[in-house]
């Protein structure tokens, strides 16, 4: 049966101690103060307790997010240093076997030599040239698959067992599911680049980053939620709040105009900051028909958007940690406001650079990081202070 609670009513720190046994899967039960009608109705039911493990599932779920931000510095390694169109097929069971044997490796350096990319710009590479770009696009499709097996087993394991929480399992499967959806586009992305072109489509490229960015903040959201539920058995999911949501927004746009910046290699069209070379933008630069094509296709125009649109959504980020911390979620907060600030120097450092790997690489693996504490953030914000379930299930 499904109880409905008043709305509003904020039980957070302070209801008598509840007469269920902890039995270790949730948190303290502890609520002194609240008021005693409805409480003991609000148990939940005995066998929900005994089994579902909010705490045990959020742990998996942070190893998993932690797994994707590897998943990111390497995605962004394969392509700084141009590897990622070095396995010509999708062989998503097989491709786990690297070539062993001389012929094996000949066969698919042979494979590499029939597209654009090889016989336009790598004419003179050789099988120990071949097999070093080769090692970065394969480990990248490993830990795809490491990924993939490191959320779906243990959810197997959880849902066997009756561990998750009631109303979690769709997410669950939705988010496996975009991890599916996810090792496809990847391979759409690099098919882009197989044929015609000597590097990927870079509108191919931003949808493959921007997925799996979406799924690390969906998984950390998801995770964020279950630590709560073991805190408090009536925490409700959190909701995205205006603030919140217009600061995560923001940064996906941020992250979309970088990935276009990247995958125009529009980094190394103006190596200086804040003066594109000797003026804010540029005159003269070529322009495209229809106007609307330069945002997402004109290398310079994509850079001017990524180096000044970094502050808007710095701005938003900054306003919805201050009022993160201001709901008590001190580290999420000024960890968003110290990424932040490291994003845009680590920007600045990859321009003035000429787009060094290793700085370009520090630079998507903060995004990264700042995302995962944007999510933490506005979580903090969507949860209030100690709002509860409005509804939950009992016996
Ligand atoms: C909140 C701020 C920012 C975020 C979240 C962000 C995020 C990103 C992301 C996700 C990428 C794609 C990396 C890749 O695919 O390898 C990128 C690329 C890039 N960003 Fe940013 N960025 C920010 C600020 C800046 C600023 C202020 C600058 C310079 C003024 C900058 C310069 C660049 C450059 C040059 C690239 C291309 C690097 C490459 O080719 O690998 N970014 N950014």
Redesign the pocket.
């Known amino acids: 049966m499904v109880m409905h609670m008043r709305h509003g009513r904020d039980l957070g720190g302070g209801a008598p101690a509840g007469k269920v046994q902890d039995d270790g899967a949730f948190g303290p039960l502890s609520r002194a103060g609240a008021p005693s009608y409805g409480w003991a109705m609000l148990q939940p039911s005995p066998a929900f307790m005994m089994t579902t493990r909010p705490r045990a599932v959020a742990r998996w779920l942070f190893a998993v997010a932690g797994l994707i931000v590897a998943m990111v510095v390497v995605g ?1 390694i394969t ?2 240093t141009n590897s990622g169109l070095s396995i010509t097929e999708w062989k998503p069971i097989t491709g786990i076997i690297p070539p062993l044997t001389e012929a094996q490796w000949q066969a698919e350096f042979a494979n590499y030599k029939r597209i654009p990319e090889y016989w336009t710009v790598n004419r003179d590479m050789t099988l120990a040239g071949f097999k070093a770009i080769f090692f970065w696009e394969y480990l990248h499709r490993v830990l795809g698959r490491v990924i993939g097996l490191a959320f779906a087993l243990p959810l197997i394991w959880f849902w066997a067992r009756k561990a998750i929480p009631a109303g979690y399992k769709p997410r669950l499967l939705a988010l496996l599911a975009l991890g599916g959806l996810q090792g496809a586009i990847g391979w759409w992305m690099v098919a882009s680049g197989l044929v015609e072109r000597t590097d990927v489509s870079h509108i191919r490229l931003a949808v493959h ?1 921007l997925t799996a960015l979406f799924i690390l903040a969906g998984i950390v959201w998801t995770a964020l939620d279950l630590m709560a539920l073991y805190r408090n058995r009536l925490a409700a999911p959190a909701r995205l709040t205006r603030l919140g949501a217009g600061a995560i927004v923001a ?1 996906f746009v ?2 979309l105009f ?2 276009l ?2 995958g125009l ?1 529009a ?1 190394y069209a103006f190596s200086s ?1 804040p003066l594109m070379g000797d003026a804010w933008f540029p005159a003269g630069t070529p322009m495209m028909t229809p106007a609307i094509a330069n945002v997402f296709d004109n290398p310079v125009v994509v ?1 001017f958007i ?2 000044w649109f ?1 502050f808007v ?2 701005g938003l980020l900054v306003w919805a940690a201050a009022r993160a911390i201001g709901h008590g979620a001190l580290r999420a907060g000024w960890l968003v406001i110290l990424l ?1 600030v490291v ?2 120097g680590l ?2 450092a ?2 003035l650079s000429g ?1 060094q790997i290793d700085i ?1 690489v520090a ?2 693996a903060n ?1 990264a990081l ?1 995302l995962i504490a944007a999510t933490a953030a506005a979580h903090r914000l969507g949860r209030g202070h100690g709002r509860i379930a409005n509804s939950i299930m009992v016996s």
């Open positions: 962004g392509r700084l980053l940064l941020q992250l970088g990935a910046t990247a290699d980094g900051w850079q990524h180096r970094a959504a710095a932040v994003q845009i920007g600045i990859t321009l787009v370009a630079h998507q995004a700042l």
